[in-house]
Every structure is written in C-alpha cells, then in structure tokens.
C-alpha cells in the first residue's frame, strides 16, 4: 500500500468512501463500504441516548463480523493460500477479542464514550480491510486472469 493510499485512508476513517480505496472485488467492496458508513454513524450517535448508541454498535458487530465470514468463506471457495489465509483469520480473531471487550465495557459502563470504539473501526478499515483484503482481492483478480474482465 503507498503513501497516497495511506492517507487517503486516513481522512477517510472519519468522513465518506473513497472510491480510490475499492478492492476491485465487489462482495469485499461492498461490505467494506458498510463499515465505513457504520463508522461514520458510531460517531454521529456519540452523544444520543444509549439505546440508539447500543442499536449502531449492534449493527457495526454484526456487519463486521458478517464480513469477516465472507471473506474467511471466500478465501476457501477460491482456494486462497494456507499463510495468507491463516494470518488473516488470526487477525480477524484479534479484531472480534478486542471490539467484544470493549462493547462490553461500554454496555457495562467502564468504558463511557464510544469512540475509542469508533477509532478502532477506523483502524480497522485503514490496517486490515484495505491491506490484507486488497492482497485477497488482487490474488483473486491474478487468478482469474485476463479472461476475468470480459466474463
């Protein structure tokens, strides 16, 4: 990933996608513009009241964990390679572990503001959706070869 990337992911974390950080895989594409949107909502209901904060957490657990079981389904239909696939698992693991813990210590009141939730979505597109998922895609993409573009 170069440098422009890198800081248009950056700015992005907190604002709108960019279409200049598209995978070229639709299904990864598509969740990964969800999450962005969910980010960008987590930190619009900051200050609402609680049930609406614990309804837009809700959504970001789901569709994040949703989309990592895509990408972990995907990996096996398309017989991506062993390392690449278990670092990424590993990697999802860790992402589950620590958003878990801290959604809890928010619905249990150790944690009192969302936003270290918020930056961590944020991390999370800027390290893993838009690097290891990029590596997939383009993997992917190499696979399929030329004929990919005119199926």
Known sequence: MGGASTEKVTAMTGSSWDESLATGNELIDRQHRELVALAD????VQDAAEAEVLRVLDKVMY??????YSEE????QVGYPPIPTQQ?????QEFKSYARLRVLEFRTGVMLSVLPLQAFLGEL??????GMDRLLADWIREQNGPSASGA
């Open 73 to 76: 389904d995907l990996m096996t």
């Open 125 to 130: 597109l800027k390290v893993h959706e838009f």
């Open 88 to 92: 990424m698992v590993e990697q999802h």
């Open 41 to 44: 909502e987590l930190k619009d």
């Open 63 to 68: 569709s994040t964990l949703d989309h990592f």
